[in-house]
């Protein structure tokens, strides 16, 4: 019998982790959030994967994000984490990162002359 071709994808291997990150400020684009990330995380392999206006009532945009390798800032036991962003504009100062993905997580916000309400 020949090889069955499965349609779904990988799953993730222990070499990428992903996470969601929100209270990112309004505006940034996805290579500005990149640096931003990259400088409040230590890191130098992130990826921001989607960037999208946050729905859950909150100013700021959310981002799905991987990483290579594991940010010493992200250890411990918790699947959240406060954490102070290293970018004088961010109003708060505070990035939320989780890898819990509980609620809604916006992958896509079209702009707002691209899309209407019928």
Known sequence: MGKIESSRPALPDETHFAYRVSGIPEG???EETTRLLEQSLAVTDLKVESLAMDSNGCQGQVATIT???PSKKLR???DEWDLRAV???L???YIVVD???HGF???YAPKEED???E
Do not use: D, R, W
Request: hydrophobic share 35%.
């Open 115 to 117: 899309h209407t309400v």
């Open 67 to 69: 990483l290579n390798t």
């Open 99 to 101: 890898k819990h993905f």
């Open 87 to 89: 970018a004088s504009q």
């Open 28 to 30: 940034l684009s996805i």
């Open 105 to 107: 997580t916006p992958l």
């Open 76 to 78: 411990g036991k918790s």
């Open 91 to 93: 109003a708060s100062g």
